[in-house]
């Protein structure tokens, strides 16, 4: 699982700066980076924190920073459509 990259992804995508979402979160933005650059791994709480900071469902979160190994059952092909359109949600709720 690769959370860091999710929540990069993420704020990227809502289009917010790495203070932006360190302050609503209540975290330093030095903290979020070393997150975001996979030097911290988070824990459930801190990573509902950063979602939350960006508006985002955790699910969406954990289903994106899932690896490929982790989702077991699901076709690779199924599994692109379903991270499109997780993207797409995120591209289409406020920030």
Known sequence: MNIGNALKLCRNTKMLSLAEVAERAGFSISYVS??????RDPSVKVVEA?????????????????EAD????LDRREVERLSTLA????RASPA
């Open 34 to 39: 070393l997150i975001e650059s996979g030097k």
């Open 87 to 90: 993207l797409g949600v995120l």
């Open 70 to 73: 982790e989702i077991n059952g």
């Open 50 to 66: 950063l979602a939350r900071a960006m508006k985002i469902p955790t699910p969406i979160v954990m289903f994106l920073a899932a």
